[in-house]
């Protein structure tokens, strides 16, 4: 007879197969499924909550990136308007009719002083072609006098 009893369901090995068999464990030796599928819950369910976390702040980002997209456009065509309110200011013409509102006149000639100390050139005096008219920065160019009619009283 046989030196092991056959295990049911189990034709009875020769040889290795027989030798190998030793280091098997006999009995159903299972690792219990409990721990194991719970682990796997909680992996899943953090991966999940995971997910929602990250993308609900690339979509907090991606309203913050507009908003200042937003802004930055507004401020880019401010200081655009306020390039252009500049330039108009600067302009030559401009600069002529706001310096004849304040009461300047053209310069004479020029004379220039040489390294040495020495005047060069005839100094000219400015020609007033008008009298000056000043002005207080807030006031308009055409001042208007206020008409007796217009008095209370009267």
């Known amino acids: ?18 030798r ?10 299972q690792a219990a499924r409990t721990p194991f599928v719970v682990l796997v819950v909680t992996l899943l369910g953090g991966g999940l909550i995971g ?5 609900s702040a690339l979509s907090e980002g991606a ?9 930055t456009k507004n401020l880019t065509d401010e200081e655009q308007a306020l390039q252009r309110d500049i330039d ?4 030559p013409d401009a600069l002529q ?3 004849r509102e ?27 072609a008008r009298a000056p008219l000043v ?3 807030e006031a308009p160019a055409t001042a208007s006098t206020p008409s007796s009619s217009s008095t209370p009283g009267r």
Do not use: C, I
Request: no cysteine; proline share 10%; net charge positive.
């Open 20 to 29: 190998l068999t030793h280091l098997l464990p006999t009995g159903r030796a």
């Open 63 to 71: 309203f913050q990136l507009d908003d200042l997209q937003r802004e």
């Open 102 to 128: 304040l009461g300047m006149v053209p310069g004479g000639d020029p004379a220039f002083l040489g390294p040495d100390g020495k005047v060069k050139g005839v100094p000219g005096a400015a020609s007033a």
């Open 97 to 99: 009719r706001r310096a």
């Open 51 to 55: 997910l929602l976390v990250l993308n």
């Open 88 to 91: 108009a200011y600067s302009a």
């Open 135 to 137: 002005l207080a920065p």
């Open 1 to 18: 007879m046989s030196r092991k009893p056959e295990l049911k369901g189990r034709p009875e090995l020769k040889g290795r197969a027989a």
